[in-house]
């Protein structure tokens, strides 16, 4: 797979990068790949707004961008998965 080098990024820019790789438990070059990947999706879609790249106020994201984040991460469904119900049932009698 090829490389990417960005050279004489600004100090605050990588800070901020930083910041934001770990708010979303990701190393820099993680989230890095992560913002070219979305930016690349969202120009192939031509129409689609990227509305729904920006963070919600307060820094938290939106739904959209959680949606995003786990279709990249996981994009055919899991078979057999056993129900969030049941899991959580599972953790509550174990106590």
């Known amino acids: 797979?090829?490389?990417l080098s960005i050279k004489n990024v600004p100090d605050d820019v990588v800070s901020r990068l930083r910041?934001?790789?770990r708010a979303n438990h990701r190393s820099l070059?993680?989230?890095l790949l992560?913002?070219?990947c979305r930016a690349v999706a969202?120009?192939?879609a031509g129409a689609t707004s990227d509305r729904h790249l920006r963070s919600?106020?307060?820094?938290g994201k939106s739904i959209e961008q959680i949606a995003a984040e786990h279709e990249?991460?996981?994009p055919q469904p899991?078979?057999?998965?056993?129900?969030?119900?049941d899991l959580i049932r599972r953790e509550r009698d174990a106590r």
């Open 1 to 3: 797979m090829p490389n």
């Open 19 to 21: 910041a934001r790789a």
């Open 29 to 31: 070059q993680g989230e």
């Open 34 to 36: 992560e913002l070219a």
């Open 42 to 44: 969202t120009s192939d």
């Open 56 to 59: 919600e106020p307060g820094g």
């Open 72 to 74: 990249t991460r996981q």
């Open 78 to 85: 899991v078979v057999d998965a056993p129900r969030a119900a």
